[in-house]
């Protein structure tokens, strides 16, 4: 994924491990807890590590969008570029490392990038905006005991 001028970055540091932070991002059947705005997700195919490679969404009143997702899981990074729907779809990345500030492997600085689709509503990008979604996937995640 080329990084455009319209790809919007936010970090955040979450009070979990960089690999607890991961293995809820990537697992699809999770979204529909911390996602605003999404109605459904179905996972249409599947990697040979058994994360989603294909997923369909369901979003906001109307937007229907299918999304590809490729992993690294050694930098603890997964990204997404639209199949289906690309003037509703969005495409971005998720990145979790160790947070320098604290000498503890218990504390993730996440960083997310997002681009949305031209055809979105103003109501649709404020669901979309990425500082929202990064507070509503941590606060999920602390809301969870620690895995």
């Given at each position: 994924?080329?990084?455009?001028s319209?790809?919007?970055?936010v970090?955040?540091?979450?009070p979990?491990?960089a690999?607890e932070?991961w293995?809820?991002?990537?697992?699809a059947?999770?979204?529909?807890a911390?996602?605003?705005g999404?109605?459904r997700?179905?996972v249409?195919?599947l990697?040979?590590?058994g994360?989603a490679?294909?997923?369909h969404?369901?979003f906001?009143?109307?937007?229907?969008?299918?999304?590809?997702?490729?992993?690294?899981?050694?930098l603890?990074?997964v990204?997404?570029?639209?199949?289906?729907?690309k003037?509703?779809?969005v495409?971005?990345?998720?990145?979790?490392?160790?947070?320098?500030?604290y000498s503890d492997e218990?504390?993730?600085?996440?960083?997310?990038?997002?681009?949305?689709?031209?055809?979105r509503?103003?109501a649709?990008?404020?669901?979309?905006?990425?500082?929202l979604?990064?507070?509503a996937f941590?606060?999920?995640?602390t809301?969870?005991?620690?895995?």
């Amino acid at each position: 994924m080329t990084e455009s001028s319209t790809l919007r970055k936010v970090t955040a540091s979450i009070p979990r491990g960089a690999d607890e932070c991961w293995r809820a991002l990537v697992d699809a059947s999770l979204l529909g807890a911390w996602l605003p705005g999404l109605r459904r997700a179905t996972v249409i195919a599947l990697d040979a590590n058994g994360h989603a490679a294909e997923v369909h969404f369901e979003f906001a009143a109307s937007r229907n969008y299918t999304l590809l997702y490729t992993y690294d899981h050694e930098l603890f990074e997964v990204r997404w570029e639209p199949r289906m729907g690309k003037r509703d779809a969005v495409r971005g990345f998720a990145r979790f490392e160790v947070d320098p500030a604290y000498s503890d492997e218990l504390h993730t600085v996440m960083t997310y990038g997002l681009e949305q689709g031209a055809a979105r509503t103003d109501a649709e990008a404020e669901l979309g905006d990425p500082g929202l979604i990064v507070a509503a996937f941590a606060s999920w995640l602390t809301s969870r005991p620690r895995r």
